[in-house]
């Protein structure tokens, strides 16, 4: 399941109910991203998150079918806040379940690999220093190349 929500959200609750919908499993996976308080040495003041509807949505299914391919998983999930953020918040949840851990493990870092560095969101940070649009990092690039060979290589960009 994706939902791209621009309400606040409970990780605590999704991650019961996730776990209640893949009773069977073997194996829960789960990461919570949050807006982070600090950008360097300025203080965060609020995260804005815009994406295109439909389009957002769409290449996260792929993504997420590429997982299923590559992974024996049960079921996943992914949260994706998007509008403003405050620091603190919980940004982004990727759920997986699985038979086996390790097959939960590597699908739930895939996905977050994808949605660091792909996945169409655009993210201004608004600190005490004034706004900035941010991209992912070069670490951010590196990690998501450790999954190249599928139908969708992650390059730099």
């Not at 998150?49 to 949505?57: I, S």
């Not at 999930?77 to 086996?100: F, K, N």
């Not at 608004?126 to 450790?146: H, L, M, T």
Request: proline share 4%; net charge negative; charged share 35%.
């Amino acid at each position: 399941m994706i939902n791209i929500a621009s309400a606040p959200f409970d990780p605590g609750a999704e991650l019961s109910a996730f776990e209640k919908k893949a009773s069977g499993a073997g194996a829960v996976v789960s990461f919570i991203g949050k807006v982070r308080a600090t950008a360097g040495e300025d203080t965060v003041k609020a995260l804005y998150l815009e994406h295109y509807p439909g389009v957002t949505e769409r290449s996260i299914g792929e993504i997420e079918s590429e997982a299923r391919q590559r992974w024996a998983i049960d079921d996943a999930h992914i949260i994706h806040r998007v509008g403003e953020l405050q620091p603190g918040e919980p940004i982004v949840m990727v759920c997986v379940a699985s038979a086996h851990r390790r097959e939960a493990f590597e699908a739930a870092d895939f996905l977050m690999d994808y949605l660091k560095t792909k996945a169409m969101f655009w993210k201004k940070e608004v600190r005490e220093g004034g706004e900035a649009w941010i991209e992912p990092r070069k670490e951010d690039y590196k990690d998501a190349a450790r999954w190249r060979g599928s139908a969708r290589d992650d390059e730099e960009e």
